[in-house]
């Protein structure tokens, strides 16, 4: 089963840019899976922000994300990468990744079997 584990999260004014990775465990099954971007500020619930396809033909991206931020994966390096630029301070939250076999990118959360811990964003005004 693949662990997943997000880094890359900090401190960022408002205007700059972030790529937060999310690394996952296994080998060659990495590439079975769609991965998914989600975040959660607090008081909030959980809200979706982009997703790859399993074999990387579709992205899928939260309509207040889109154009900001740009999702991406290499299979080679069993990583999904989230680049954000122009960061909002309403960006702000806790950003975890999610996996999903055979997935298509959905934006779902309860398509997602598996979970990372997270890795916290803060967007200073």
């Known amino acids: 089963q693949v662990h997943l584990v997000e880094s890359g999260g900090g401190l960022v004014q408002t205007g700059g840019s972030l790529k937060l990775s999310c690394a996952a465990s296994?080998?060659?099954?990495?590439?079975?899976?769609?991965i998914a971007w989600f975040r959660r500020a607090p008081g909030n619930v959980r809200e979706f922000v982009a997703a790859v396809a399993w074999n990387g033909d579709r992205t899928n991206y939260a309509v207040d994300v889109e154009g900001r931020f740009t999702i991406s994966r290499d299979n080679a390096k069993n990583t999904v990468y989230l680049q954000m630029n122009s960061l909002k301070p309403e960006d702000t939250a806790v950003y975890s990744c999610a996996a999903d076999l055979y997935g298509s990118g959905h934006s779902g959360p309860a398509y997602y079997e598996i979970w990372g811990q997270g890795t916290q964003v803060t967007v200073s005004s």
């Open positions: 296994a080998g060659r099954t990495f590439s079975q899976y769609a």
